[in-house]
């Protein structure tokens, strides 16, 4: 017998991921630890460092979150594995979702030869584990979290960084309370951890979205090195659809503010 439309529409439907259909983790490191222990086994017998692996995982994991952001609760998401969809093919879905929504959207502080190059096998396991997660509802930070399971001990092990644990964070912004008009500088940003949290506390004093967006032009970082003070203000930036002023810069080097 025939399927009615609506059979035919339910099978094709069944694979299909709607931001309405996200849930929140349990425990989004879990997730992330999982992921990277899968990583670990694949990567170990590769080439690739540990920086450019984090980098490859913070880039997928910020297409997430624009893909989250962009959507409306009835939207299909991107950043999952379709049903029939090849491994070549989501490769380069991705590839083309990066350029168009990251590149493009934040030209000045992407590289030029920035993308994701994960091999199809390592993309399809860190989708797998994200695609019915929502990370915006799993995490008030989700950089904070990825940070200290893919990045943190590369970090400290290369440069003696460390991150601030986001309790201390949330504690030190909260005690010290900066007005709204306020401006505010962290000279060894990170990832940005004060800053989203300044920003999170600022928001909540103020009602009107257009001085929201505003607000973020007050939010100042420093880090020395490129790659942090690039995701630090992608991640501002993303989340507040504002301009921030994040550099890379050596704060502690007094030569170079002659």
Known sequence: MPKTLEEFTKKN??????????????????????????????????DTDTRARSKEIINL??????????KSPEDEMDIYIREGETEPELLERIQAFFQLNVKKKYPDIMGENEQITLNEDLLIIIIKELEH????????DILSDAFEIFVSKMLKYEGGQFFTPPNIV??????????????VLDPACGHGGFLLETKELLWSKIDNEQKKVKLISNLHGIDKDLFLARICKLYLEILSSGKSNVFCEDSLDFVSYR
């Not at 299909?16 to 694949?42: E, M, Q």
């Not at 997660?133 to 008030?140: D, N």
């Not at 949330?170 to 401006?183: A, G, I, R």
């Open 61 to 70: 994991l910020l297409c997430k979150l624009v893909d989250e952001i962009n």
């Open 13 to 46: 439907e069944s694979n299909l991921i709607r931001k309405k259909d996200l849930k929140k983790a349990p425990n989004l490191k879990k997730t992330f630890i999982s992921i990277n222990n899968h990583l670990y086994g694949k990567f170990k017998y590769a």
């Open 133 to 140: 997660i929502s990370l915006l509802e799993s995490s008030k």
């Open 170 to 183: 949330k504690f030190m912004v909260n005690y010290l309370d900066p007005e709204v008009d306020s401006k």
